[in-house]
């Protein structure tokens, strides 16, 4: 077998930036749905250095009222990932509704790991707010250690990649950032 096959190679974007996911009235219809829970808070410290800070919100298929939200989620991924990856989906994660309030962030981290994690493929985050509700808050992907894009996102815009690639959320400075996140699974690469 050789080591090396010449091919031509038609590469996908790392990530990409989705224009008009959900509108202005749909995005604030999903950040209602928190109404009436409380939080799961998620922190993370390593060596005293805080990773996450952020409230969480799952979002669950079989809860009344969340079906148009995942079948939107659906026919977005799968249309894209039919152009590009062509990647094995066969199922979504709960979505998680995530609040990020001034001094919240979520430091450098890929979405694919061990255990419940290992089966992810494509990772996509939904801003809900308006981008002039909070400063700071950019989503951010590391390409090198000189080289880190913020992706500017508008209310309802979305940001897809492969779940293996690194990212983070920085600090809201003020204010109040919602997103929507899921994660796209699938059998394992091979």
Known sequence: MPYTIPR???FAPVYTKLSGVFDADACRQ?????????PMVSEMEVDDVSIRSTDLYWLL???DGTDWVYERLRAV???YNDRTYRFEIDGCMDLQLTHYKTGQHYGWHADLSGRFSSRR???MSVLLSDPGDFEGGDIQFFESDDH???IPLG???AVI?????????????EGDRWSLVSWWTGPPFR
């Open 148 to 150: 880190k894009p913020s």
């Open 77 to 79: 991924v799968h249309d």
């Open 61 to 63: 298929p079989e809860h």
């Open 155 to 157: 209310m309802g815009d």
């Open 8 to 10: 031509e190679w038609d």
């Open 121 to 123: 493929k494509l990772s």
């Open 30 to 38: 999903i950040v209602a749905m928190h109404a009436g829970r409380d």
């Open 161 to 173: 990649f492969p779940s293996w690639y690194k990212h983070r959320v920085l600090e809201v400075l």
